[in-house]
């Protein structure tokens, strides 16, 4: 069994900051990649960033520049701060483990439950 859990969601103004926490627990073997990814009323879930066990990173054209990803392997935790934030950075975010388990070759995806972010002017 694995978990992922999301943390950090609330409220800010334009231009404020918020830092979300994504911590995966349980049967695991290895953590190949850890991402964010969000979704608002009406539109398809989109990826903002995401960090590889080695520590490459990818954003999102619309947050590059304001968000920035890292992880804390030993912890299996990922974090994204998110800085200069926009009306349109209104979403549910949620976080997601490409996770290996113990003697297995394979891995698979593991969602979180999300975590909502409302900016507000």
């Known amino acids: 069994q694995v978990q992922v859990v999301e943390s950090g969601g609330g409220l800010a103004q334009t231009g404020g900051s918020l830092k979300l926490s994504c911590a995966a627990s349980?049967?695991?073997?290895?953590?190949?990649?850890m991402s964010w990814h969000r979704q608002s009323p009406g539109t398809q879930r989109e990826l903002v960033a995401s960090i590889t066990r080695g520590g490459s990173t990818r954003y999102a054209d619309s947050v590059k520049d304001r968000f920035t990803i890292s992880s804390d392997d030993a912890k299996n935790t990922t974090f994204l701060q998110m800085n200069r934030l926009k009306l349109e950075d209104t979403a549910v975010y949620y976080c997601?483990?490409?996770?290996?388990?113990?003697?297995?070759?394979?891995?698979?995806?593991?969602w979180g439950q999300g975590t909502q972010v409302i900016v507000s002017s």
């Open positions: 997601k483990a490409g996770i290996q388990a113990p003697g297995s070759v394979w891995s698979n995806d593991y």
């Open positions: 349980g049967s695991i073997g290895k953590i190949f990649t």
